[in-house]
């Protein structure tokens, strides 16, 4: 298992500026998985429909569900309104 660093934005602020996820792989889908159970261990399952509207980051770089990350750390970014 692998420990990834979540940091968090958005509405994903409510649960503190990051949290740690373990994972299988480092693929974002990997990532993206363990970060919806983690929603609902703490009960916040309410977050989970943002979550799959969501973009993950390395760095400046956005990352596709299909990508594996390099390093342990990633960006949660939801999606906002406006322009």
Avoid: Q, W, Y
């Amino acid at each position: 298992m692998t420990a990834i660093t979540i940091h968090c934005l958005g509405a994903f602020r409510d649960l503190g500026d990051c949290f740690t996820v373990e994972t299988s792989d480092v693929s974002v889908a990997s990532i993206r998985a363990a970060v919806s159970r983690h929603l609902v261990e703490i009960n916040r399952s309410d977050l989970d429909g943002v979550l799959k509207r969501s973009v993950f980051a390395e760095g400046e770089e956005l990352l596709k569900d299909h990508v594996t990350v390099s390093g342990h750390e990633v960006s949660l970014l939801p999606p906002v309104a406006g322009g």
